[in-house]
């Protein structure tokens, strides 16, 4: 078995805690701000109901990420970074 270190890691302020991420530079482009942006809403929309991580329960917590920190792993550098309005509708 082979495993890899990410290039990029995310790492995230939200509602709930929720470690890191991965950064899928084939799946969410390259390591820019407006792609980190995109990352975030895409991920708070799946955290809706109805989305691929979505409430299963009443009452469950409606997951909501309020900023994002793309990080070099090698370096630990700060490559981009993204924060969300005051409150958001969802």
Known sequence: MTTTTPTYRVEVKANKPMGMFG???????????????KWRQSYNTSFQVGGVNGPINDGDIIVH???AKLIRQSTGELVAEVTGPAFEIV
């Open 23 to 37: 950064w899928n530079g084939r799946q969410d482009g390259a390591a820019t701000e407006a792609n980190l942006e």
């Open 65 to 67: 990420i309020s900023s």
